[in-house]
């Protein structure tokens, strides 16, 4: 026996032709999910025997339906009115597919060919990470800023452009296991190509304390590079001692006490020393 068309829909694409009353379904980077309302064997009754559902990158009609690659994943029928569905795997990411599907009985009988529908898969996710940076060093420093320049890694390892930088700062050495524990910069340069040369300032740290230093590249996909080369640094010390602003001559007095002969002494002796004197 014939049997009804199927509506056909797939994730987030609208039916070309005929209404469904399938719910859509997610799809991802190489997959689509399909999903119909299942006929009969005979029309509306009964149960069919099989579906055949194909998929291509160009427009499916009744001519070429043949020609399309046909998915072996479809499930068995179930009774007429279920709501049915499958998962196309193995497709190419950000890639435009058709799909169509046909039912058949037990002869096999087939039904006329579904509505055509269409889908762009997702892009594939970026699973590439930044390399690590390599030669990050200190160029200079005041009490409170180390200057830093490095060679930019790309988006994808050695290539392309990164999306930005953490750049963290402890008084001990910075690992893997207490990075997220370590301070946290702000206001880091954005990325350039690779191979470019970038300058960072971090400030706002103490005189005469040594840092430890690490850094980090991040591309669109937040996938985090490595940690940096290791490197420390120091905060000089260049605050002098304040100058003196009181300085003054003191006046000192010298003084003692006489007997009688004493006095005899000095009023007979015109070299006696004076009783007092001035000092520096």
């Known amino acids: 026996m014939r049997f009804s068309s199927i509506a056909l829909s797939a994730a987030f694409v609208s039916l070309m032709g005929v209404v469904s009353t399938a719910q859509a379904q997610t ?6 999910t399909l999903s119909w309302t299942t ?15 194909r998929y ?3 427009a499916i009609t009744a001519a070429n339906f043949a020609s399309a ?6 499930p068995a029928p179930a009774a007429p009115g279920t709501h ?10 950000s890639t435009t597919y058709y799909f169509a599907m046909k039912t058949g009985d037990e002869v096999p009988n087939w039904s006329g060919m579904s509505n055509v529908i269409q889908k762009i898969t997702a892009a594939a996710p970026d699973t590439v990470r930044p390399a690590a940076l390599a030669d990050v060093q200190i160029t200079g420093s005041t009490e409170t800023t180390l200057a830093l320049r490095w060679t930019a890694t790309g988006d994808d390892s050695l290539t392309g452009t990164a999306t930005s930088y953490d750049v963290r700062y402890s008084t001990s050495p910075i690992t893997t296991a207490n990075w997220a524990s370590a301070t946290q ?5 954005a990325p350039v190509a690779a191979g470019g040369t970038q300058t960072y300032t971090l400030t706002g740290l103490t005189r ?12 669109d996909a937040g996938n985090a590079s490595a940690l940096s080369n290791p490197l420390s ?14 300085l003054a001559v003191g006046f000192v007095w010298f003084g003692w006490h006489t007997t009688h002969t004493d006095v005899h002494h000095r009023e007979s002796s015109p070299a006696a020393p004076p009783l007092a004197t001035w000092i520096d």
């Open 27 to 32: 799809g991802a980077w190489n997959s689509v």
């Open 208 to 219: 005469q304390t040594t840092y430890y230093l690490a850094i980090k590249a991040i591309d």
């Open 185 to 189: 910069a702000t206001g880091e340069p």
């Open 69 to 74: 690659t046909r998915w072996t994943g479809a």
């Open 39 to 53: 006929p009969g064997d005979d029309s509306l009754t009964g149960t069919a025997s099989q579906f055949d559902i």
């Open 233 to 246: 640094g120091a905060t000089p010390d260049l605050t002098a001692p304040a100058a003196v602003r009181d």
């Open 56 to 58: 291509s990158t160009s």
């Open 84 to 93: 049915q569905s499958t998962v196309v795997t193995g497709l190419a990411p």
